[in-house]
């Protein structure tokens, strides 16, 4: 933690290590979430009743015993629907209710809006539904073999990797199964429809895109966005997984209020959330890689099978984004990639940290880690081998060439400071001594490309306000969901204006202050929204100092902004006087501010151009230790660098570095989804997923900011985004994870290890590695081969 500055109140306000602006409502449990919200009088709490089917034609559907069940007071299904039955953010293929035909257990049919919450629960139970039972897909090979796709197959491809792999002195082939994730926010999926006068709606959701959540609900009600307004002060996390999917919750909500006249809240529980809603997309990796006596990759070609779901949500940019990423930090001359978005008879998967990114990392990394064991080399060596290089040897695979690459410099600093090949070494050492527990470490390094590839996302609109007393309302098209974008706003209008932090009013989302506001994702939220804000400040700043010129009779150069207050000429004024004085003179004291992330473009069509303003660089040494007669398993020391450039608080970005690095461990480890043959998820509440908790944090944790950085790019205040980049360093555990389980054979083989590492799969792949030695070590007569 040495690397944060205390907040002082003569310092600048961008770079202070403030704490999150709701952090004292977060502990005393006063910060309001939908939930908290005082109810309108008349309120009525609604349930989903759901498809027990994996897919199924419906034959019928009878409400009446839900229509006559105890407080409920209006039942509705798709034919109740007046505007479009629709929710897909991307295609119209995500039914609010299912009409003839069901796609996943948990699909949503019809609603009950009832008197309290478990009167419309027991009510959503209650329907005859008769179904006509379909042949099921539910992996993502399975859909592959059957041709099943939400969308077109991509491909990106440079060189001939065919032929290199061919030519190559070495060549490796396998397969990697990667698991998916639930987000696991804290709060739920909640939305609170409140019907208005003259036919509108005012609707809280927990969402991350309030605009779209707008949009799908005019559209649903079939009413215009004017008459819609979306609302969300915070969420209680979000982690993608309320980029896309609120929008469900919103609509059904909004069309019971409009229905019944009545304020209507739907808030899921946590078995609901996670059956109902979609999930970080689980991949099936296949890679074919042909390299040299250095480990250097000649030629690597992947298939991703990247399980999607029912629908296409936000799949297309998704599997596009594993496919950007499927290079890490490594040049690769002659690949081909090849990408299915595969249709299953599952829950339609989403948005999670990294967005694709990690997948498509985790094949490259697992690729490099195979061919350091198959030539017996520090897997360290093999990556520094492949790293993109600075002047050359620096263009993606898209085409886009790095001009900001700092990962040597980063690996280098983090080998010394964690002195990774003194303890590789000692490891070793230990293992051959330690019969039952084993160790391992390894060192992974992450670049993550900055910009929604979606190019006409990366947009922002602020809006911000001072009032006579010299105080500032700031809203924005972010919003919060824990991570601390208000605050990092917030200081850069502060800074902006030279106010203190207290001066400024956070206000929350509110599609009725900026229009059309991007999700805030691709963490891209402080770089969008911070310099739209920054915008704002210096469109007010720039009247303020044009009316105090005038005012005063003085050059516009003569007015400066101090903390507080503003010079004039000889004069200083306290802040509040000057814009006293400018109010009375009948100066606008509103103004918005309107960003758009320049020189990124990009060609979907041939996967070229420039999709990435930057990138965010970081890496991380993990030390684990496994016990061989169980799988268990922990984590003993784990070092970080991460790049944040110049930290706009460090504070937040410390929490967001930590914080990620757990969540991307807990995917690659304990969290694990299960689906029955039925397809019904088995995994649906804490009872039976395990997400990580204080007490998975390593006993020796060293996070630090890269020091002395910036932004090559003109960022605001030259900050880095930070939001998703640390989970993929999570990955270090995974391959530290295999290196203990290479160290029980000797390191001679390398072991079969999926995603995520569960102590089962741990132990399965321990014993599974000293079979293969055992049956290498025996002659083939022994093993019933024909003599
Ligand atoms: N941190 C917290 N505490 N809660 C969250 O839900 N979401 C992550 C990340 N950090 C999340 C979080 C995801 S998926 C993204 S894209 C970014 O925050 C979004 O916010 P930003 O763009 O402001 O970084
Ligand atoms: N990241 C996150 N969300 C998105 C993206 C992205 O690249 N594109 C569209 N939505
Ligand atoms: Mo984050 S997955 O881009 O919401």
């Not at 139970?125 to 073999?145: F, G, H, M, N, Q």
């Not at 990394?365 to 040897?393: C, S």
Request: aromatic content about 6%; glycine content about 8%.
């Amino acid at each position: 933690m040495n690397a944060i500055r205390e907040g002082d109140p003569q310092a600048a306000v961008a770079g202070a290590a403030l704490p999150h602006d709701s952090a004292h409502l977060h502990v005393c449990g006063a910060a309001t979430y939908i939930d908290d919200i005082a109810e309108l009088r008349g309120t009525l709490y609604a349930a989903i009743g759901t498809s027990e089917r994996a897919h199924a034609r419906i034959v019928s559907i009878d409400l009446s015993a839900a229509r006559s069940a105890p407080g409920v007071v209006c039942v509705i299904a798709a034919a109740d629907i007046p505007g479009k039955n629709d929710c897909g953010p991307v295609i119209a293929d995500d039914p609010i209710f299912a009409t003839d035909h069901v796609q996943y257990f948990g699909q949503s049919i019809f609603a009950v809006a009832a008197r309290s919450v478990d009167e419309a629960r027991r009510a959503a139970k209650l329907a005859r539904i008769e179904y006509d039972d379909l042949p099921a897909l539910l992996t993502a090979p399975e859909a592959v073999a059957a041709n099943s796709f939400v969308l077109p197959t991509e491909r990106m491809r440079r060189g001939d990797a065919a032929a290199a792999i061919a030519g190559a002195p070495r060549r490796l082939r396998g397969r990697l199964a990667i698991g998916g994730q639930d987000q696991f926010y804290l709060e739920g999926h909640i939305a609170y429809a409140m019907p208005r006068e003259d036919n509108t709606m005012l609707v809280h959701s927990s969402t991350q895109h309030p605009g779209e959540v707008q949009h799908q609900v005019a559209h649903a009600l079939g009413v215009a966005s004017k008459d819609v307004v979306v609302e969300c002060r915070r969420m209680g996390g979000g982690f993608g997984g309320k980029e896309s999917q609120p929008a469900l919750f919103a609509c059904v909500a909004a069309l019971l209020a409009r229905a019944t006249g009545k304020a209507v809240k739907l808030r899921l529980d946590r078995d609901d959330d996670m059956t109902i809603t979609g999930k970080r997309h689980d991949f099936v990796t296949d890679y074919d890689v042909g390299f040299d006596a250095q480990g250097r990759i000649l030629g690597i070609s992947f298939v991703l099978a990247g399980r999607c779901g029912y629908s296409a949500d936000l799949s297309g940019s998704i599997n596009d984004r594993a496919m950007f990423h499927s290079d890490n930090c490594y040049y690769l001359e002659n690949v081909d990639i090849v990408s299915y978005r595969c249709k299953t008879n599952t829950v339609s998967n989403t948005a999670f940290r990294g967005f694709g990114g990690p997948q498509g990392m985790m094949g490259i990394e697992y690729v490099i880690d195979e061919i350091a064991r198959q030539l017996d080399l520090d897997p360290l060596a093999v990556r520094k081998a492949n790293f993109y290089g600075k002047t050359e040897r620096n263009v993606t695979h898209y085409q886009q060439t790095l001009e900001d690459n700092c990962i040597e410099e980063i690996v280098a600093e983090l080998e010394v400071s964690s002195d990774y090949a003194k303890r590789r070494a000692a490891i070793r050492e230990w293992n051959r001594t330690s019969p039952i527990l084993k160790r391992g470490i390894a060192l992974t390094p992450v670049k993550f490309g900055i910009s929604f590839t979606a190019t006409h996302l990366n947009q922002a609109g602020a809006l911000v306000h001072i009032y006579k007393d010299g105080t500032v309302l700031l809203n924005h098209g972010g919003t919060e969901m824990g991570q601390g974008l208000f605050i990092k706003v917030a200081q850069v209008v502060a800074e902006e204006l030279q106010l203190d932090i207290g001066a400024i009013r956070i206000t929350g989302s509110d599609t009725s202050k900026v229009p059309n506001a991007s999700p805030t994702a691709a963490s891209a939220g402080t770089d969008i929204n911070g310099k739209a804000a920054q915008l704002a400040a210096r469109t007010l700043k720039e009247r303020l100092i044009a009316f105090a010129a005038e005012h005063f009779g003085v050059d516009a150069a003569q007015v400066g902004f101090l903390r507080n207050r503003v010079r004039i000429g000889d004069r200083t004024l306290p802040f509040k006087e000057l814009v006293n004085l400018a109010f009375v003179a009948r100066v606008s004291l509103s103004a918005t501010g309107f960003y758009k992330t320049p020189k990124i473009h990009y060609d979907r069509k041939t996967f070229t151009g420039r999709p990435f303003f930057y990138f965010a660089y970081g890496a991380a040494v993990s030390e684990v230790v496994i016990d061989t007669l169980t799988g268990e398993n922990r984590m003993l020391r784990v070092d970080i660098l991460h790049d944040v450039g110049k930290s706009l608080n460090p504070a937040v970005d410390m929490g967001q570095i930590e914080g990620g690095f757990i969540q991307g461990v807990g995917w690659l480890t304990t969290e694990e989804l299960c689906w029955n043959a039925q397809g019904r998820l088995t995994t649906h509440a804490p009872s039976t997923y395990k997400i990580p908790v204080a007490s998975d944090v390593p006993p020796r944790f060293h996070v630090r900011m890269l020091e002395r950085s910036s932004n090559v790019e003109d960022t605001v205040h030259r900050s880095k985004a930070v939001g998703e980049p640390p989970l993929m360093l999570g990955i270090s555990v995974f391959h530290a994870l295999k290196d203990a389980i290479a160290s029980t054979v000797d390191y001679v083989v390398s072991p079969q290890l999926d995603a995520p590492a569960t102590p089962e799969r741990v132990l399965h792949s321990v014993v599974q590695v000293r079979q293969r030695v055992a049956a290498q070590s025996t002659p083939a007569t022994a093993m019933g081969a024909p003599a």
